[in-house]
């Protein structure tokens, strides 16, 4: 953790604590979320947990590294970065999570198997957090995904983490990395695993289980968590975003996941609804991409003009930065409203954003102005994600309070704030 960290032993709370945000106790918290119209480094810091590394590389990037390497672009000489955009992000509704992902094969190999460009695109990802006053990060990649046999799955590792350092040191961010395993590709999970632990003291944090979810089941992944398990290496698994709720249930009870990404499948299922609450743990939920992947259509209310008016979707803005609204100014419905109601553990992030052509800042104005969420429950949504990273105990309270410190004032958190913060029972239970 960097130094900038090491705030006073004043005012430090317990790891792991809830915090609790009334709409009085600090308008200025909640009033800055109404105006997080322009990124802007003096807007309230964010967390984000569920971000892929390759679902963010910079369209500029990409199309500058195509040109260089003489990989044919669409239109040939004549191709421009607007008619190379639709080949490397959503531009409309996805019939399916399978259907989303196939942009990545057309623009991984750009940086694939490329050394000084991994080393690039990771610096870059660090900036990009800093413009949006993202102060801690998750982000999560395969390395073997990014070899393009050419490198070893460790010198992918040790380039990302040479862009990352770079940057984190430049920008004052703080950026951890979570190697994934691919569930089409279980034989590559064992040694996921021991790669994650292997960099640990590198900032690898964790392990996640990546994929097809709905075709590729989990089973043959289960031995490569067992052994996440007793080397200590922390656990989060995609589940509930395709599939079903016993995938989150086998995620949870099979894998040992602390965290679950996307996990929309619970709220088909009281028991496991009931498993995730009474155990705290995390769900990394991700608007846009679970509209685009079309994975919540299944649990939208049957009726057919609230249907009908959450599928009405247009894209505005820029080419660069498509932005997805429901043209109903009536509130959308989406299964983190379940969530927010019952006050589970949850936050936003972007998924990949590059892909979907958004940034957080949009996930939580989407969050606002269209799902109605209010300023506390997403400024909870932010310390959820921060009581829920897989840092250490020490680095965590640390995050915490400097989190506390850009969202409430000093005095108030002297004064008022600490009477609300209340004990987060799961916290020993999810370590």
């Known amino acids: 953790m960097d130094k900038e960290y090491e705030d006073s032993e004043e005012d430090k709370i317990l790891p792991g604590t809830l915090i609790h945000l009334d709409e009085k106790s600090s308008p200025s918290a909640h009033q800055s979320l109404h105006h997080r119209h322009s990124l802007s480094l003096t807007s309230p810091s964010l967390v984000e947990l569920h971000i892929h ?27 421009t970065i607007e008619n190379f955009l639709p080949y490397i992000s ?81 920008f004052h961010v703080d950026v951890r990395t979570i190697l994934c395993c691919i569930r089409q590709n279980p034989e590559w999970s064992m040694e996921t695993v021991n790669l994650a632990d292997k960099y640990r003291s590198a900032g690898v944090v964790g392990i996640d289980l990546a ?59 009281p028991s496991v609804y009931d498993l995730i609450r009474r155990n705290d743990i995390h769900l990394e939920c991700c608007l846009t991409s679970s509209i685009q992947t079309n994975a919540i259509a299944k649990y939208i209310p049957k009726d ?25 100014k009536k509130e959308v419905w989406h299964p983190i409203h379940h969530f927010a109601r019952d006050s589970l553990n949850f ?28 300023p506390a429950q997403l400024t909870q949504c932010v310390f959820n994600a921060a009581r829920s990273t897989f840092l250490n105990d020490n680095e965590k309270q640390l995050l915490i309070q400097r989190l ?8 108030i958190i002297k004064d008022n704030f600490q009477n609300n913060i209340m004990s987060n029972l799961a916290f020993s239970k999810n370590i």
């Open 53 to 79: 590394f390759d679902g963010s590389f910079r369209h500029s990037t990409l199309f500058e590294l195509a040109q260089k390497k003489g990989i044919q672009l669409p239109n040939g000489m004549e191709s």
């Open 90 to 170: 959503i531009q409309s509704v996805c019939q399916s999570l399978v259907e989303f992902l196939e942009k990545f094969p057309f623009f991984t190999p750009i940086v694939a198997g490329d050394v000084e460009a991994l080393e690039r695109v990771a610096y870059e990802f660090v900036e990009d957090q800093a413009i949006q006053d993202v102060l801690y990060t998750e982000t999560r990649y395969s390395p073997h995904y990014l070899t393009a046999g050419k490198l070893k799955p460790e010198d992918v590792i040790e380039a990302i983490n040479h862009g990352l350092q770079r940057g984190m040191k430049e």
């Open 211 to 269: 994929g097809d979810e709905h075709n590729y089941p989990i089973d043959p992944h289960i031995p490569a968590f067992k052994r996440a398990v007793e080397l200590g290496v922390h656990r989060t698994v995609h589940a509930g975003e395709t599939g079903s709720s016993e995938s989150v249930r086998q995620a949870i009870e099979l894998c040992h996941a602390e965290r679950i990404g996307h996990g929309y499948a619970i709220i088909d299922d």
């Open 304 to 328: 057919s003009e609230k249907r009908e008016k959450h599928f009405i979707l247009h894209g505005h803005e820029t080419t660069t930065r498509l932005h997805f609204h429901i043209r109903s």
């Open 347 to 374: 936050s936003l992030s972007c998924d990949d954003p590059s892909v979907s052509q958004i940034t957080i800042e949009h996930e939580y104005e989407h969050a606002l102005a269209d799902l109605k969420l209010s």
């Open 404 to 411: 506390l410190t850009k969202y409430i004032p000093g005095d």
